[in-house]
Nanobody, 116 residues
């Protein structure tokens, strides 16, 4: 089992920045992939960014150059640094991990609202 707890969401003006954190606990040795997804009202959940155990990252086209995913193995935490935020980035952001056995876990979500 893996438990995920997100934090760092909030209200920010367009052009501003936020950093989301996801603290992982439990069987974290089994995690192969860590990522962030988001879901806006009336839309499907979509991948924002992903980082693999080897360090490879990939991003949605809509956030490339603005968002950065990273991890701190010592703190069992994965981060999403979000810069140059736009109103269309408004969504609930979810932390996601996939284990080596193919099991998938989700956090509870954290709201990000970009508005003036």
């Amino acid at each position: 089992q893996v438990q995920l707890v997100e934090s760092g969401g909030g209200l920010v003006q367009p052009g501003g920045s936020l950093r989301l954190s996801c603290v992982m606990s439990g069987s974290i040795f089994s995690i192969n992939v860590m990522g962030w997804y988001r879901q806006a009202p009336g839309k499907q959940r979509e991948l924002v960014a992903r980082i693999r155990s080897g360090g490879t990252t990939n991003y949605a086209d809509s956030v490339k150059g603005r968002f950065t995913i990273s991890r701190d193995n010592g703190r069992n935490t994965v981060y999403l640094q979000m810069n140059s935020l736009k109103p269309e980035d408004t969504a609930v952001y979810y932390c996601n991990v996939i284990t080596g056995w193919g099991r998938e876990y989700w956090g509870q979500g954290t709201q990000v609202t970009v508005s003036s």
